[in-house]
């Protein structure tokens, strides 16, 4: 039958994803507490090698901040955190985004419909995986944040579906 070579094929793919999936399994390091940074210019911006990057960062922030990569849903340890305070970035500690404007998107990554100030994030188009994306990222360290989508809630319309990886989380 034709359906062997078909199932054959499907089996080695999802052979292939398990193992990417324990590759890429949630890093129980817990990086140095970096200082939470409220207002910036960009002569404040930071820049560093991938080396520097690889030794401050747990690898999989370094993936996702670095590398552009995401984690799987419902895995980041902020997804459905309720707490009050900042979250800010993994990388160089700039406030991103208040838990006043976190909310749940049901899609397993923190979701947020604005941040804390607009220039303390930047956009680019991401056109990865046959798809066109508006991604997100730091605007002090240029860091992969995730990507915001048009599908939130009132007032902005906006959902930002950020990598907690990519997110430090400042309690109130």
């Known amino acids: 039958m034709k359906t062997e070579p078909c199932r054959a094929l499907l089996l080695v793919l999802l052979t292939a994803l398990a193992g990417c999936a324990k590759r890429h399994a949630p890093e129980t390091v817990t990086p ?7 207002e910036w ?6 820049e560093k090698t991938e080396a520097e990057w690889q030794q401050q960062l747990t690898p999989e922030q370094f993936q996702v901040l670095r590398k552009h990569g995401t984690e799987r849903a419902f895995t980041g340890r902020l997804w459905d955190n309720k707490e009050q305070g900042t979250y800010v970035c993994a990388g160089c500690g700039l406030a991103l985004f208040e838990s006043g404007t976190k909310y749940d998107s049901g899609t397993g990554w923190p979701s947020f419909w604005q941040p804390l100030k607009e220039e303390h994030v930047g956009t680019t188009v991401d056109r990865k995986f046959f798809m066109t994306r508006t ?3 730091c605007a002090r360290c240029g860091g992969h944040l995730g990507h915001v989508f048009e599908d939130g809630p009132k007032p902005t319309g906006l959902r930002y579906c950020i990598n907690s990886a990519a997110l430090e989380f400042e309690k109130e």
């Open 32 to 38: 140095s507490p970096i200082p939470v940074v409220k």
């Open 41 to 46: 210019n960009m002569k404040d911006r930071i």
């Open 135 to 137: 991604e997100v990222h």
